[in-house]
């Protein structure tokens, strides 16, 4: 038993479930050390620092809708939900709604692997499929029976960096509308890195995300964040980048793992 298995930073007994064939089938062979290794080595060439920061960013993440629910959120929305399965692992998530969100052919695969595994959608889980171009999201939400009044905890995790600038402002948009005592988790992409004026020393990660395929198109720098935020009425509590998640979570386990800079994590309160 390695380092890994003795102190995972995420504990997640689903994941595999929720995982397409060929990455079920990576995650298999990295169940051994030596072909972990590889495999992480590999990732690491193209992108420096991903290994550890993704993992970072799905404990901080798990901490925090965690900690928002002990202190009063009675609702979980996750947008652009994916395969994200923590309303199935995590126990504070047990009984509240959780709203998972996402477009339609997303949502059919997912309702498609919950089936797999548990015969039907769990009842304290609403999928909503939207078309985030052609349909109003609060309209949507209320339609599947989602109460707006409620404290929510928004989780937008690893998306706004594939959409215009315009579709992020929608979506904070309905955020702002959140009552008091909502809270909300997303992640940026560092608006320095997609304009290349520093790469990070990740350029392959730059020539592949941003100058071939242009899928990243919105970033934000850590210095406009919380004005970002107050224009739609919320308050930044944390602003984490590599340098946090590396004292948070690596150091206390005494793991030496590079961490990307290219990505941050906040988290907010409606107040």
């Not at 520093?198 to 919105?218: C, G, I, M, P």
Request: aromatic letters at 12%; one cysteine or more; charged letters at 25%.
């Amino acid at each position: 038993m390695d380092q890994y298995e003795q102190h995972p930073l995420v504990q997640d007994e689903l994941a595999h479930h929720f995982l397409p064939p060929t990455a079920r089938a990576m995650a298999a062979v990295a169940r051994w050390p030596k072909l972990r290794e590889v495999i992480r080595s590999a990732t690491e060439h193209k992108f420096p620092g991903l290994w550890a920061s993704m993992l970072c960013r799905k404990r901080y993440f798990d901490d925090a809708v965690t900690e928002a629910v002990s202190s009063g959120c009675e609702t979980v929305i996750i947008l652009g939900a994916g395969l994200d399965d923590r309303a199935y692992r995590l126990p504070a998530l047990a009984d509240i709604p959780v709203f998972e969100v996402d477009l339609p052919r997303n949502i059919t695969e997912k309702y498609q692997r919950l089936h797999a595994l548990f015969c039907s959608v769990p009842k304290t889980t609403t999928l909503v499929p939207v078309d985030f171009e052609r349909q109003n999201l609060a309209e949507v939400l209320g339609d599947y029976g989602y109460r707006a009044d409620r404290p929510t905890y928004f989780l937008w995790e690893a998306v706004t960096q594939y959409l215009t600038e315009r579709d992020v402002r929608r979506t904070f948009d309905f955020l702002g509308t959140a009552p008091v005592g909502s809270r909300l988790g997303f992640t940026y992409v560092r608006s320095d890195f997609l304009s290349g004026q520093n790469l990070y020393d990740a350029r392959e990660a730059h020539r592949q995300f941003v100058t071939k395929s242009h899928l990243w198109r919105f970033g934000m720098s850590p210095d406009t964040v919380t004005d970002f935020l107050t224009e739609y009425g919320w308050h930044k509590t944390e602003d984490l980048g590599a340098t946090e998640f590396n004292d948070r979570y690596l150091e206390p386990a005494h793991r030496r793992l590079p961490l990307t800079q290219i990505e941050r994590a906040v988290s907010a309160e409606k107040r």
